[in-house]
């Protein structure tokens, strides 16, 4: 075990943080953390770890290097561990060999685990490959805002100009013109093309190629702003071929999804796959029981029940969580026949090695219902429901009506999760939220608890407002919103795919 690990957070995309930086980040005591490094990995954070923001954003530096280097190496000799988390690579512009010489010099070990960095991905991103045999035989890292106290500059522009080479610039945004005469008055064609690239590996990318001549007043007239990667070379040229990322038929899109923390993982990622900007703002909180005395007596006597039916993924996780307690596993349910009210339902189910009897096509209770009866259920049939302990009695007041005795056991609350709307309102503001998710009416009810109507009113109509079933919209309609966007088909992979083809 090292004191320190300098970990690469990889450059925006979630998914480029490395396995080995995760394992760290899962069991680290302290995460100390950078403005480029994205907030989602905190959450890999163990419980009750310290979190420590130092972030940097361009002049504005919230911790100076010193100080940053200072805090490492006191809270390391605290003995606590500590994942140090950068951007990108930490040794490419990240100033992490610095931070591993202090650390070396207070006696204290240190670990690297480098990082993708952005001047590869961002351009991978874009299109553009760094090398290519057809275009260049050397790609050449460059900071583009060389350390301002240096007296000489590093910089060889003669050779910089004078190669094939691909040349990669970081942090040259506001120096571009600049950059672009250098390389021009030193011998590099004025044809060149050049590239930039905004928030690569985001769902906020943007991109532009020019040519070395244009560049410059292209960027400035577009508002080409940092952080951008800019690439020379002409590999920038197959970006019009290869540019895979900025298909994505969701890129950019703002898409809030109201869906209990716990719950939203599938809905999140489906939508970020299309390239949406997925904002949580959970306001459903899922709480055990309080007392679970009720579960664990009909833990007891699962046996005199003919068919169990599971109506969510979350009372499928807190009943098999009493079931786990009371040292017991699946095999309670014998030969009990057991039912999914949808898909996610199910393969909760199936995940604990249980295959339902019975899914119905159609996920309203009204469906299940005929479907049950079709497989028997009627006079004197004992059914048990475990679920949410307030939710809609359609489903147990059917099956009553059909004859059969039916227990609800209630396996988990739901909240309100409280929480401010400020940053919801910022993104609203901002014109950063072009979707509004809702799974259930409680997220509805809830949504409007947190963030009155009148305030969601000012962002109608660019705002659009999307529903999981007709249900959901009509307890939006009592907001006085109507459900713009709603599925044919009342599931998550099909609000999905509404909220694509919207
Ligand atoms: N260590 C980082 C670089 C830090 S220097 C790495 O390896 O990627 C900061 C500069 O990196 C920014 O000014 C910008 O030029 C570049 N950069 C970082 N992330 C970026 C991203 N997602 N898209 C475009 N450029 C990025």
Redesign the pocket.
């Known amino acids: 075990m090292a004191d320190v690990y300098l970990i ?1 957070a ?3 995309d979630p998914g480029l943080l490395t396995v080995k930086g995760k394992h760290i980040l899962e069991t680290a005591d302290i995460v100390v953390y950078d403005y ?1 490094a994205n907030d989602e990995f905190l959450s890999y954070a163990k419980p009750g770890a310290e979190i420590i923001y130092v972030g940097k954003k361009g002049g504005d530096h919230t911790l100076p290097q010193d100080k940053i280097n200072e805090l490492l190496v006191q809270r390391a000799k605290e003995g606590k561990s500590i994942a140090r988390l ?9 100033r ?1 060999g610095e931070e591993a010489e202090e650390l070396m010099e207070a006696g204290l070990t240190f670990e690297v685990v480098p ?5 590869v ?2 351009p991978a991103y874009a299109g553009i490959p760094v090398t290519h045999r057809a275009h260049t035989t050397s790609v050449c890292f460059i ?3 060389e350390d301002p106290t240096k007296e000489k500059s590093g910089h060889n522009w003669a050779v910089y100009a004078q190669s094939e080479s691909t040349l990669v ?5 506001k120096n571009l013109p600049m950059i672009a005469e250098n390389l021009i008055s030193n011998g590099r064609d004025p044809k060149t093309p050049v590239a930039l ?6 769902c906020t ?1 943007e991109s532009m190629v020019s040519d070395l001549e244009n560049v410059a007043e292209e960027a400035a007239r577009r508002g080409f702003k ?5 690439v020379v070379g002409s590999v920038c040229s197959l970006h019009e071929s290869l540019n895979w990322f900025e298909k994505r038929p969701m890129l950019g899109k703002g898409v809030v999804v109201t869906r209990a923390r716990e719950q939203a993982s599938g809905f999140a990622e489906t939508l970020r796959e299309q390239g949406a900007c997925v904002h949580q703002f959970p306001t459903i909180k899922i709480n055990p029981m309080e007392d679970c005395s009720e579960i664990r007596q009909a833990l007891t006597e699962i046996d005199s029940y003919d068919w169990v039916i599971f109506t969510s993924v979350n009372g499928v996780r807190r009943f098999f969580a009493e079931v786990d307690a009371a040292g017991a596993d699946s095999r309670i349910f014998g030969g009990r026949k057991i039912a999914a009210i949808g898909p996610a339902t199910a393969e909760a189910l199936v995940r604990r090695g249980l295959r339902p009897d019975f899914v119905p096509a159609k996920y309203v209770a009204e469906h299940v219902v005929s479907g049950l009866i079709e497989r028997g259920v009627g006079e004197g049939c004992r059914i048990l429901i475990p679920r949410a302990k307030v939710a809609r009695e359609v489903l147990p007041e059917e099956l009553r009506k059909a004859g059969a005795e039916v227990r609800i056991l209630p396996v988990y609350e739901t909240g309100l999760n409280e929480q401010g709307p400020e940053a919801l309102e910022a993104r609203l503001e901002a014109g950063e939220i072009d979707f509004v998710t809702f799974t259930s009416s409680s997220t509805v009810d809830n949504f409007f608890k947190l963030l009155p109507p009148e305030t969601l009113k000012k962002y109608m109509p660019q705002v659009r407002l999307a529903c999981i079933g007709p249900i959901t919209a009509k307890t939006l309609e009592s907001y006085g919103f109507s459900a713009g966007i709603q599925p044919e088909d009342y599931t998550i992979p099909g609000l999905a795919e509404a909220l694509i083809n919207a």
């Open positions: 690469g990889g450059p925006g480029l950068k951007g990108g690579d930490p040794y490419v512009f990240g992490g990082g993708v960095t952005a001047g991905a961002a900071t583009g805002h610039f970081y942090m040259g945004v690239v905004r928030w690569g590996t985001r990318q940092a952080p951008s990667i800019i």
